[in-house]
Every structure is written in C-alpha cells, then in structure tokens.
C-alpha cells in the first residue's frame, strides 16, 4: 500500500563483482531444483524501481551466501 515497505532477504549473487563461492553454489543449485536463479541486488533493485518502489537500500549480510537484505518503501501519496 502508499507509504508501505518491503523487505526481501535471500542469498544473492555478487552481480557485476561475483562471490565465487556464492555465485557459483546458487547457480548449480537453482540448476539442479529447476527454480529461477539467483539474482543481484543491482537486481532486485531494478525490479523494485519498476514496481514503484524508492529508497531502496542494500544491507549485506557477513555471510552472502546465506542471506542478504534490500528494503525498499512506496511514497504515501
């Protein structure tokens, strides 16, 4: 809803500056269940952008590979 906010965490892919480690165990994995693929948070941004959504910022996790998180907010009016 206007003024709402959304938070998303998932592990996520190091996007133009790859995490091997991360990177590469997520590609395989969504390769081998067949389920998306792992994205960015250049990304997830891009798609929170094009869905209304500002101020989105970046929180990386100290383990990529587990978890990372983006907020983001729709303006209130």
């Not at 998303?8 to 990177?23: H, K, L, N, Q, V």
Request: hydrophobic residues 40%; positive net charge; proline residues 10%.
């Amino acid at each position: 809803p206007p003024g709402g906010r959304v938070i998303i965490s998932e592990p996520m892919s190091g996007g133009a500056r790859p995490d091997p480690a991360t990177d590469v165990y997520f590609a395989v994995y969504t390769l081998a269940m067949q389920t998306g693929r792992t994205r960015s948070a250049a990304d997830i941004a891009d798609l929170l952008a094009a869905a209304g959504f500002t101020a989105v910022r970046s929180l990386p996790g100290p383990r990529p590979y587990v978890t990372s998180a983006i907020t983001a907010e729709r303006s209130a009016g």
